[in-house]
């Protein structure tokens, strides 16, 4: 080896050990200095994670109680994702719809099999499918539902989040979200959440209304569960008026909530159906809408598409990922330790948690205000081995990784009493 490429080498493995052997304060600080600052992530540098676990790069071991906000529902690096994106890497990863591939029609298939709607269209992330949605219903609304050129509105519940784009925070009532972000997409209505009534006065009052869109649980609203019935209620308003019903199941579907999707609590089958984040198994960005041929196909050939959108890397993926949560059975073990959870959350004294939300492994506990700031509580809990993050300041989020057993969550839930009994 001439002695320049020797220097060479050594010179690169220098700079690689000496970027390695960072600490997590240079490492958080060199993420603030080059990284645009939209998020403020807790104060930990994670660089390892096994099932309900990660390791922070000091070596320190966390249970996971926020699963990447309910996207990592099969456990952290399950073997087997690892092992099909490996195979399918090695193989072909993108071709672009301007080809077909084996995974496309083969993940098409199996989730309209098993969740029996006619066809599947797969997407990126969850904003881009509840784009999607959207765009079929005004379709539909102008060459089904006949309404008139430019007019079709879509009717979004108060507190909903769908993401961040233009067209989802067009829809969202949390200045947070929409604030100097002008103009924004119209004909887009809001309606309160939980409140039939409400819906149904805007049905009878607007006949241009193509679609309602909502979340089954609202999740980012801080784990608002609707009362019993509401869900049939939506169902039976949407067909009397006819207007399409886009559930948004992006962060309750695929057995967070301790059922297959939310929807089926109260066995109701939505038009469209909005899928993300587990889908992907926590490995590649997939997602992706479920509807029936009448509807779905108002999108023809040119109408619509993604560079990556049903890559045969995030299908193959995709598939294994929907695949593991069925043969695991994890609806069952989310249902199950579901009420685990429930049973030893709701005896936190009034004092501390003002209210305990939830079904399933997706759940909410409200810290009193005057107890303490829900961002000091999660410093605590990472502090004492337990990572999650509040919503909207307050609201302490319970959604950890699908996979976990009975003792996991005894533990996670023994850390989380005791930094709350001694918080003060
Ligand atoms: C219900 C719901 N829909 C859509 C989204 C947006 O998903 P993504 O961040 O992948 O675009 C989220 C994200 O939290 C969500 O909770």
Redesign the pocket.
Known sequence: MQPTTRSRIFCLTKELNFKRSLSSQELIERDNKYGGRHFKPLPVVLTRGEGVHVWDVEGKRYLDFLAG???VNQGHCHPRLIKVMKEQAAKIAHTSRAFYSEPHGELGEYLTKLFKWDKFLPM???????DTAVKVARRWGYRVKKIPKEQATVVFAKN??????IA?LSASTDPNCYTDFGPYVPRFDKVTYNDLNALEQKFQQDPTVCAFMM?PI???AGVIVPNNGYLKGVRDLCTKYNVLWIA?????GLCRTGKRLAVDHENQRPDIL?L??ALSGGMY?V?GILADEQIIMCLETGSHGSTFAGSPLGNRVALEAVKVLEEENLADNARKLGQVLRTKLEKVPKDIAVEFRGRGLLAGLVINKEFGEGWDICVKLKEAGLLTRPAHGQILRISPPLTITKEQLEEGLSILTTVLNSYK
């Open positions: 906000f309910s996207t990126n992330t969850g904003v881009e499918a509840g909903n989040f769908w993401g961040r784009s989802a979340e609202q999740g980012e948004d199941e992006v962060q309750t909005v993300g984040k960005p997602s």
